[in-house]
């Protein structure tokens, strides 16, 4: 489905490209002053240099997926097109390099739901805590038309186009110096849990019996040791990448959220180019996306041994009983107009998650 989703939006902008007239891009392409010169015999003469930015860490799998789109784009162009890839914030925040590419300063932003979150909240319901249970429902819900709006807006609105859908980085998982085996042990277990600022997020694990507090990254470890907090949430890799298996005694797969990677880019960038570098960049984009959905599980384990070997003990938990308890805050998450989500309804989004919505 995401290279049907990836063809079809290709087709779309390159319609678009010949009805209108797109400003180019700031970024001017290396060997030329034209970015949207024009190649009549179909070739790739006109020679570009690019820069992907990401936060995550050099060996992340989304940042070996983001290396392999850069080898890709070169290889599909015959050398004409060179993107570098910045990993490890080197380019600045997360939301800064966002905003770069909405400014029109940056080619690419490889991240997660980051410019939805940022520009289309409204919309944010796809990282809803334990609002879908599996990889596929966040994947169908990205492709179907529920979020052709949101879409739209990013583009035509804040110049960022995602032509490649999302990769699997990982679910995101309970790491605590206490255990549970449903949500009624965990609500009793009265755990104050590090929580980034995401406010939806924070409100969702209080209403399951949690205390959430905002604790940089790069403190957790410490607050973990001397007990500040009893427990932390992200993908394994987050986990494991500060070390946390050294302060925590269990781990849980609660999976209740999922954390996709994708590589965003700049729309006006794309408008510019000819049409034979277009599809020569969503073809890279979708192939490294297929690439992370091949290395992404394997390596999603991978992190979780770390947590094994380091002597945590994976609990089995009823993660049914979470998405009963989660569900009475989620539904009003959409229920009125002063809603965060109130463009649709629960209703919906869990029909799109099916593959059942339709408009």
């Not at 042990?185 to 997020?201: D, I, L, V």
């Not at 607050?223 to 986990?239: C, D, F, L, Y």
């Not at 994708?262 to 996306?289: F, G, H, R």
Request: aromatic fraction near 12%; charged fraction near 20%; glycine fraction near 8%.
């Amino acid at each position: 489905m995401k290279r049907i989703l990836s063809l079809v939006l290709c087709l779309a902008m390159l319609l678009a490209v010949g009805c209108t007239s797109a400003p180019p891009a700031e970024t001017k392409p290396a060997g030329t002053n034209d970015p949207a010169a024009s190649n009549p015999d179909g070739g790739f003469d006109t020679k570009y240099e690019w820069s992907l930015a990401t936060t995550y860490a050099s060996g992340d799998s989304a940042t070996l997926a983001y290396k392999k789109f850069a080898e890709l784009v070169d290889e599909k162009t015959g050398g004409a097109v060179k993107v570098t890839v910045f990993s490890d914030g080197a380019l600045g925040g997360e939301n800064d390099t966002i905003q770069a590419i909405s400014a029109n300063e940056l080619e690419f932003v490889g991240s997660g739901t980051g410019p939805v979150f940022l520009y289309t909240p409204e919309y944010s319901f796809l990282m809803g805590v334990f609002l879908f249970d599996t990889y596929e429902e966040y994947t169908n819900c990205w492709e179907s038309s529920l979020m052709d709006d949101c879409r739209d807006i990013l583009a035509k609105d804040y110049n960022i186009a995602n032509m490649g859908g999302f990769g699997y980085r990982g679910y995101r998982n309970y790491i605590a110096g206490k255990k549970f085996t449903n949500q009624q042990e965990f609500a009793a277990a009265k755990m104050t849990m590090r929580m980034n600022s995401n406010p939806n997020w924070m409100e969702s694990w209080n209403n399951l019996g949690s205390t959430c507090v905002t604790i940089a990254l790069g403190e957790l470890y410490s607050a973990m040791q001397n007990g500040t907090v009893q427990a932390a949430e992200g993908p394994w890799t987050q986990s494991t990448s500060i070390a946390l298996q050294e302060v925590s005694k269990y781990v849980m797969e609660t999976k209740h959220t999922f954390e996709g990677a994708a590589i965003w880019m700049n729309q006006k960038l794309y408008d510019s180019l000819p049409a034979n570098y277009q599809e020569a960049v969503t073809a890279a984009m979708t192939e490294a996306m297929d690439y992370l959905d091949e290395i992404g599980p394997e390596m999603d384990k991978k992190e979780l041994q770390k947590c094994l070997d380091a002597g945590c003990e994976l609990v089995e938990i009823d993660r049914d009983s979470f998405v009963k308890a989660a569900e009475p805050y989620l539904r009003s998450c959409f229920d009125s107009l002063d809603s965060l989500w109130n463009v649709t309804t629960y209703d919906d989004v869990k029909a799109a998650g099916a593959g059942n919505y339709k408009k």
